[in-house]
Nanobody, 126 residues
Framework: QVQLVESGGGLVQAGGSLRLSCAAS????????MGWFRQAPGKEREFVAR????????YYADSVKGRFTISRDNAKNTVSLQMNSLKPEDTAVYYC???????????????????WGQGTQVTVSS
């Protein structure tokens, strides 16, 4: 298991930027693919981005492609989400998550991720 703690959320105007960070505990962090998800009020949790254990492969939801960038630093046990050109529809609680199945490739469903952080609120005003 790995414990995850997100930070970096806040209030920003449309067109602005935020950088979310997720700190992980445990020596096995570098073994896991990591993902970012978000959940807006009244909506289901949705996939935002994922990154392979090595950091060489990334994948994004169409809604954030070209605006968000996921990255990781295995030496520091962190994964980040740089969010640019933010829109009001990006408003949500953002969660980082770890895919604990080291053999799985390309997971994008919440059910595929076994460890979750507590979430950080991102609010984009128009």
């Amino acid at each position: 298991q790995v414990q995850l703690v997100e930070s970096g959320g806040g209030l920003v105007q449309a067109g602005g930027s935020l950088r979310l960070s997720c700190a992980a505990s445990g020596r096995t962090f570098s073994s896991y693919a990591m993902g970012w998800f978000r959940q807006a009020p009244g909506k289901e949790r949705e996939f935002v981005a994922r990154i392979s254990w090595s950091g060489r492969t990334t994948y994004y939801a169409d809604s954030v492609k070209g605006r968000f960038t996921i990255s990781r630093d295995n030496a520091k046990n962190t994964v980040s989400l740089q969010m640019n050109s933010l829109k009001p529809e990006d408003t949500a609680v953002y969660y980082c998550a770890a895919d604990l199945n080291r053999l799985r490739v390309g997971a994008v469903e919440p059910a595929d991720f076994g460890s979750w952080g507590q979430g950080t609120q991102v609010t984009v005003s128009s």
